[in-house]
């Protein structure tokens, strides 16, 4: 008996459909907007990951060749 009462608390089913169409657009746009986002991030990331890479085989590289100057 108390839990229908609760739950129609927080859930609105509009009588009216015609507004669903604005909360439709603005999911859409935000949907299409994290989307974009996290292709970004990824894209960042390959870059960075290649910069630490690169980096990583120019300190290895200058490891050998000072440790073979050495022998």
């Given at each position: 008996m108390f839990q229908p009462f609760v739950i129609s608390l927080f859930l609105y089913f509009p009588?009216?459909?015609s507004e669903y169409g604005p909360a439709?657009?603005?999911?859409?746009i935000f949907l299409i907007g994290a989307f974009?986002?996290?292709?970004?991030i990824i894209k960042i990331?390959?870059?960075?990951?290649m910069k630490a890479k690169?980096?990583?085989e120019k300190i290895m590289s200058r490891?050998?060749?000072q440790g073979n100057s050495e022998h």
């Open positions: 009588e009216d459909k439709a657009i603005t999911f859409t974009l986002t996290m292709r970004y990331s390959k870059r960075e990951a690169e980096l990583e490891q050998h060749s």
